[in-house]
């Protein structure tokens, strides 16, 4: 007997419009000591799956039909008594915010110690002693259980609820996206501990997250999801090996990977958005998207059918799975016909900033500091008689050059979108120099008309498109309000840019958009139209703070080859901050490696991302997941924790954590340079001695002017 049998169930939310229906007919099972892995776009039903089996659906929402079976007991007809004894005591769950789950008034061991006492009727010692094993076992040390939330990383916090989540030591834990948000080292070390937890407690885990490579390294089978319909389900090497869904296959080719041999510049994305589930009519619900769809797919619902031992698929065609295969690889078969439109600024009338191609400014940034002041108190001023700062950037260089990207990557707390954000003058530069062509941008004010033409030139596009769109202004008066404020044109011009700049970001036909709100629009919509009040200014470079982090795999794919066209179309330079190496294969034309504050290796990106050299980049890019069940990694683990900003440790800040560490790694600082026959700049003594370094420090040569 499998240890939870979901049996056709269905899922609706009771709104004004109708009912919306979250999830339709859903089975599968899961047995002791398997991994089951769920993955599809935001809205597809994965969460709202877990919840039911929790019994905490929102108050609108209700099972409709089917059967939860776990140990004797369907959980969708149980009443509150009897899922308040299993949830936490045997089904556990691990979310996707730590900081929003932990109570931010009280000690993370209080919170692990009430949940084992709610549940479990013992002396408080008993509970504590259990707190401290089952931290130890996530990795963290029993000290910082008196610490509260905001006294821990995002890594550690994440890990503080896993303790949580195995205290009582369920029968099976579900993790609903416990990596989002978190770097990619961070992400790698949460995954491979839940896995080894799983395998060696022999425990049912379920996985629930949109990044399939996290699902094909850890998970035993797969549950593949879209607008509340099962669309593919087997195991994890049938599914993503052997794909017959087309869903399927377009998750699958939309997903980057560091690992390709051969890297095409532009990734295939999935057009369109899933559909509105209010009253559902017949048909495929992937019909509208899917480029192989017929007639019939608009007129009959496909059912789950058996297309290998113990693998099923929701397709009209399975017995065309080859010609699906080899046709869903080409981005031609996705993009629709007709999308692009594209055209020079130059054409626009007004157009009185832009500038020669060949005497196009770069962007030169050199030995940049940004420094914060921390806070202290009055004693402790007094008694250190000096003032602590955070380093978040210390004596960052690089080129920016019009048509090129530039890929700043590292932990979280690295000081890559401080970077950006100083280079764009939203943070005030603490030393350096900060140069487009003859303007020291270092040197301007906060505000008047040669800084407000430098924003002109220089624009940002912020990671979370709902947050950096004003909710009361349409799509047209939020790329309009840039205009006005910089002064360009009369209304009838203004109206023409902003057609044109929402043409230019794929939202066609433009004035379909003009007078939506950003509610009105979906995640990857959003950040179009804030990528065209961007571009709506023509910049010469524009600084990408993760602009697809909080995206779907299929909408990334479409906004990252939007960025690349457009700079490779419009001429601009752009720096693109991330934490997703996967990404900057196919973006970036050079990548630049960061660790508290310092680059520690830039180069060239196939260079850097393949043949990283410092140990550092080293166990960055061995922490990416690859999607493809075949593929085995050598995980790099790193010991320690990342040294603070606040006193950064002399000598190299890698030195605490490097397993090749040397003497003079803890004395002094390596320089960025070139070794010999490299093609990539290392701050390593790896790579070349002290005395080079230290002369080479005394000439003020520039880091990173090789770039």
Not at 203 to 228: P, S
Not at 291 to 315: N, Y
Not at 360 to 373: G, I, K, M, W
Request: net charge neutral; glycine share 8%; charged share 25%.
């Amino acid at each position: 007997m499998p240890l939870l049998d979901v049996r056709d169930l269905s899922i609706r939310y009771a709104t004004r419009a109708g009912d919306r229906h979250a999830a339709t007919d859903v089975s599968f099972t899961l047995d002791p000591g398997h991994y089951l892995g769920v993955v599809g776009e935001s809205g597809c039903g994965k969460s709202t799956i877990v919840k039911a089996l929790l019994g905490i659906l929102p108050s609108n929402g209700r099972v409709h039909s089917g059967q939860v079976l776990f140990d004797g007991t369907d959980l969708a007809r149980a009443d509150e008594s009897r899922l308040r004894q299993i949830r936490w005591r045997r089904i556990s769950l691990v979310t996707q915010s730590a900081m929003n789950a932990l109570d931010p008034v009280v000690s993370i061991g209080e919170q692990i110690v009430e949940a084992i006492r709610t549940h479990e009727r013992g002396a408080v010692g008993a509970a504590r002693a259990r707190a401290e094993e089952t931290f130890e076992m996530v990795g963290l040390d029993r000290s910082r259980l008196f610490d509260f939330p905001h006294q821990l990383s995002g890594g550690m916090r994440q890990r503080a609820m896993i303790a949580m989540a195995l205290a009582l030591d369920p029968d099976i834990v579900i993790g609903d996206e416990p990596t989002t948000g978190l770097d990619v080292i961070m992400q790698d070390q949460i995954l491979h501990r839940l896995k080894r937890l799983q395998a060696e407690q022999h425990r049912a885990m379920m996985l629930v997250t949109h990044n399939i490579a996290a699902v094909t390294e850890n998970c035993d089978r797969v549950l593949v999801m879209y607008a509340g319909d099962v669309m593919e389900y087997g195991a994890t090497a049938d599914v993503f090996l052997d794909s017959f869904n087309p869903y399927t296959l377009g998750l699958r080719n939309a997903f980057p990977s560091i690992r390709k041999t051969e890297v095409e510049r532009s990734l295939i994305s999935i057009p369109g958005a899933p559909p509105g589930l209010i009253e559902p009519g017949p048909g495929c619900r992937f019909a509208a998207r899917c480029p192989f769809a017929e007639e019939r797919c608009h007129a009959e619902t496909p059912a789950l059918v058996q297309v290998a031992d113990a693998h099923v698929s929701r397709c009209h065609f399975p017995e065309r799975v080859a010609e699906f295969r080899e046709r869903s690889t080409l981005r031609a078969t996705w993009e629709p016909e007709g999308t692009r439109q594209r055209q020079s600024w130059s054409t626009l009338a007004g157009n009185d900033a832009a500038v020669a191609e060949e005497h196009a400014p770069s962007l030169v940034v050199e030995r940049l500091q940004t420094y914060f002041p921390v806070r202290q108190s009055l004693v402790g001023s007094v008694i250190t008689r000096r003032r602590s700062h955070v380093h978040a950037v210390d004596g960052v260089s690089f080129e920016l050059k019009r048509g090129r990207v530039i890929g700043l990557a590292g932990e979280s707390g690295c000081g890559k979108t401080t970077t950006g954000m100083t280079i764009a003058r939203l943070y005030e530069p603490t030393g350096g120099t900060i140069r487009l062509g003859d303007l020291d941008v270092g040197r301007l004010r906060s505000s008047g008309g040669r800084t407000r033409a430098f924003r002109r030139r220089v624009q940002v596009i912020f990671q979370d498109p709902y947050g950096s769109l004003n909710p009361r202004f349409t799509v047209e008066q939020t790329v309009e309000e840039v205009l006005k404020v910089h002064g360009i044109g009369n209304a009838d011009e203004r109206r023409a840019r902003v057609l044109h700049a929402l043409e230019l970001v794929d939202l066609l036909p433009a004035l379909d958009y003009v007078e939506r709100y950003p509610h009105q629009l979906s995640g990857g919509q959003r950040q179009r139209v804030a990528i065209a009040r961007a571009i709506a200014l023509e910049p010469d470079f524009l600084i990408a703070d993760e602009p697809v982090s909080m995206l779907d795999v299929s909408v990334q794919a479409g906004i990252l080859n939007l960025l690349r066209t457009l700079v490779d179309e419009l001429n601009i330079g752009l720096l693109y901050v991330t934490h997703d190496l996967s990404t900057m294969r196919h973006i970036c034309d050079e990548v630049a490696i960061m660790y508290v504050g310092k680059v520690v290796e830039h180069g060239p990106t196939e260079e850097v991302l393949t043949r990283p050299q410092h140990p550092y980049a080293k166990a960055l890019v061995a922490a990416v997941p690859v999607p493809d069940p075949r593929y085995r990694r050598d995980r790099v683990a790193l010991q320690g924790e990342v040294p603070s900003a606040v006193d950064p440790p002399p000598g190299c800040r890698f030195a605490s954590r490097c397993p090749q560490v040397m003497d003079v790694c803890r004395r002094e600082t390596p320089a960025l340079r070139v070794p010999p026959g490299g093609a990539q700049a290392v701050a390593c003594y790896l790579f070349h001695d002290a005395s080079e370094d230290g002369a080479r420090d005394r000439r003020a040569v520039p880091a990173g002017s090789h770039a």
